[in-house]
């Protein structure tokens, strides 16, 4: 059965190792005719989260009228979430922490999402520096019912092109065609 998929990437390099993972995943999940729309969002204008909570008073309009709108009409046709970030010190990029902070406008009329995967790369030896992202991506899926679809992380990725020939680019090819 085809999926929706929406890919939230969030590392800010024009040409990433995150990019390499998440093009992986993508030739995956179309080559199985999985629809895919990715959303780079550290090219796009995106608040952090006011707490203001005028979207559960007008459910699901954020106050903020920036780039998140086209993110969230997104995510409300959408049954799979992927996220994609470099770690950086000891978490996901801040473009993609706000984007994440912003889909609380979709809380109060539900989400259609049933599905999620994060994809990581760091610099450390050990993936062990994916840890604490990790750990916030299982307690987003608890929180939201998601079943937890897959994780990667990729480490020792210092420069963009380190991730050519590595074994966690097929391992995304995969995750995308069996997601």
Avoid at 40 to 54: F, P, Q, S, T
Avoid at 118 to 126: A, E, K, P, W
Wanted: charged share 20%; hydrophobic share 40%; proline share 4%.
């Amino acid at each position: 059965m085809s999926k929706n998929i929406v890919i939230l990437a969030g590392s800010p390099r024009k040409v990433s190792s995150t990019d390499g993972l998440v093009a992986a995943f993508t030739e995956g999940a179309k080559g199985s005719g999985h629809n895919v729309t990715t959303f780079r969002v550290a090219d796009m204008k995106i608040g952090g989260c006011l707490g203001c909570n005028h979207c559960f008073q007008k459910v699901g309009v954020c106050v903020q009228k920036d780039d998140m709108q086209t993110i969230l009409d997104a995510l409300r046709k959408a049954d799979t979430l992927v996220l994609a970030s470099p770690v950086y010190y000891w978490g996901v990029t801040s473009q993609l922490k706000s984007a994440i902070d912003r889909t609380y406008a979709l809380l109060q009329e539900g989400s259609t999402i049933k599905f999620a995967a994060l994809l990581m790369t760091c610099g450390d030896d050990t993936e062990s520096a994916g840890d604490p992202p990790i750990e916030m991506f299982r307690q987003i899926c608890v929180y939201m019912k998601w079943q937890e679809s897959g994780i990667i992380i990729a480490p020792r990725l210092n420069n963009p092109q380190d991730i050519n020939g590595r074994p966690e680019l097929e391992q995304a090819k995969q995750l995308g065609m069996q997601i």
